[in-house]
C-alpha cells in the first residue's frame, strides 16, 4: 500500500452444511493527497455476505456493503465532503437438471455526497447455463436490465466470455444487455469459442467516449476463437 494506514479483518463462519456468513472491515486513512483529494483523509468499508445452500440444486446468497471515504467538495471549495455508497446484492441459482441451470440476480446501489442529492442504481439480470457432461457443446445465455443515475451509481458484474477473456462492464445508465456466449468441441484438441453481445441505451443518441463513440443508441461487440492443441 502506497500512502495508505489501515486495518482490515475478515471473517468465515461456517454454522452448518447450509449457512455460511462471510465479513469484513477494512479502516484506513491517507496522509497525503491522493487521486480528487486535495488533502489527508480517511474513511471505512464494511462488508457482510450470507449464503444459504438447502440442497444440491438450490443456491441463496444475500449481500451488503457500505464505504465510507472523503473527497473534494464539488465546488472546489477548501474541505473534504463525505462521501457513502451502499449496495445491496440478491442472487439465487438453481441447477434445473445435470445440463441446465439458472441464475437470478438483483442488485441496488445508492450513492451521497455533502449535501448533494443522493443518487440510485439498479441492475437484474437472468442467466441460462448449458453444461452437460462430456458434450461437444455447451453455452450461457444472459438478459439484463439496468438504470441508474449517472457514473456514481454505476454496476459492476462479471460476464462469461470467450476461453482466456474475461468482461466486467460497468452497467451505466438506461437500457438493456443480453449477451450469448458458446463453446463447441470440433474434435479431440480443437476448440471453437463464439460470443455476441448487445448493449441498448434508452433515450441517447449516441453512446461511448472519445474515439469510441459511435452513433445510435446500440453497441454490439462478436468474439470468436478458435484453439488447437
Same mark, same amino acid.
Given at each position: 500500500?502506497?500512502?495508505?494506514? +489501515?486495518?482490515?479483518?475478515? @471473517?468465515?463462519?461456517?454454522?452448518?452444511?447450509? !449457512?455460511?456468513?462471510?465479513?469484513?472491515?477494512?479502516?484506513?486513512?491517507?496522509?497525503?493527497?491522493?487521486?480528487?483529494?486535495?488533502?489527508?483523509?480517511?474513511?471505512?468499508?464494511?462488508? +457482510?455476505?450470507? *449464503?444459504?445452500?438447502?440442497?444440491?440444486?438450490?443456491?441463496? =446468497?444475500? /449481500?451488503?456493503?457500505?464505504? =465510507?471515504?472523503?473527497?473534494? *467538495?464539488?465546488?472546489?471549495?477548501? +474541505? @473534504?465532503?463525505?462521501?457513502?455508497?451502499?449496495?445491496?446484492?440478491?442472487?439465487? *441459482?438453481?441447477?434445473?437438471?445435470?445440463?441446465?441451470?439458472?441464475?437470478?440476480?438483483?442488485?441496488?446501489?445508492?450513492?451521497?455526497?455533502?449535501?448533494?442529492?443522493?443518487?440510485?442504481?439498479? &441492475?437484474?439480470?437472468?442467466?441460462?447455463?448449458?453444461?452437460?457432461?462430456?458434450?461437444?457443446?455447451?453455452?450461457?445465455? /444472459?438478459?439484463?436490465?439496468?438504470?441508474?443515475?449517472?457514473?456514481?451509481?454505476?454496476?459492476?458484474?462479471?460476464?462469461?466470455?470467450?476461453?482466456?477473456?474475461?468482461?466486467?462492464?460497468?452497467?451505466?445508465?438506461?437500457? &438493456?444487455?443480453?449477451?450469448?456466449?458458446?463453446?463447441?468441441?470440433?474434435?479431440?484438441?480443437?476448440? @471453437? !469459442? &463464439?460470443?455476441?453481445?448487445?448493449?441498448?441505451?434508452?433515450?441517447?443518441?449516441?453512446?461511448?467516449?472519445?474515439?469510441? *463513440?459511435?452513433?445510435?443508441?446500440?453497441?454490439?461487440?462478436?468474439? &470468436?476463437?478458435?484453439?488447437?492443441?
Amino acid at each position: 500500500a502506497v500512502n495508505e494506514r +489501515g486495518f482490515y479483518s475478515g @471473517l468465515a463462519i461456517k454454522f452448518n452444511r447450509q !449457512w455460511e456468513l462471510y465479513t469484513y472491515s477494512d479502516f484506513f486513512r491517507f496522509p497525503w493527497l491522493k487521486f480528487r483529494v486535495d488533502g489527508p483523509s480517511s474513511g471505512y468499508e464494511l462488508f +457482510g455476505q450470507i *449464503t444459504y445452500t438447502p440442497g444440491k440444486r438450490f443456491k441463496l =446468497i444475500g /449481500r451488503f456493503r457500505q464505504q =465510507i471515504r472523503e473527497e473534494n *467538495t464539488e465546488d472546489s471549495g477548501p +474541505g @473534504l465532503d463525505i462521501v457513502e455508497k451502499q449496495n445491496l446484492r440478491v442472487e439465487m *441459482t438453481y441447477k434445473i437438471s445435470n445440463d441446465f441451470s439458472i441464475r437470478n440476480r438483483a442488485e441496488i446501489v445508492r450513492y451521497h455526497k455533502g449535501a448533494l442529492n443522493p443518487e440510485f442504481g439498479f &441492475l437484474s439480470f437472468q442467466d441460462i447455463i448449458f453444461d452437460p457432461m462430456g458434450s461437444k457443446i455447451s453455452g450461457n445465455i /444472459r438478459f439484463a436490465i439496468f438504470e441508474t443515475s449517472g457514473f456514481n451509481t454505476r454496476i459492476y458484474s462479471y460476464e462469461n466470455d470467450v476461453l482466456y477473456s474475461y468482461s466486467v462492464p460497468a452497467y451505466q445508465g438506461k437500457g &438493456l444487455r443480453f449477451y450469448i456466449n458458446g463453446r463447441y468441441t470440433i474434435s479431440r484438441g480443437t476448440d @471453437l !469459442w &463464439l460470443r455476441y453481445a448487445l448493449i441498448s441505451y434508452a433515450n441517447q443518441e449516441t453512446n461511448g467516449t472519445g474515439g469510441d *463513440t459511435i452513433n445510435g443508441n446500440k453497441r454490439s461487440d462478436i468474439r &470468436l476463437q478458435l484453439r488447437f492443441q
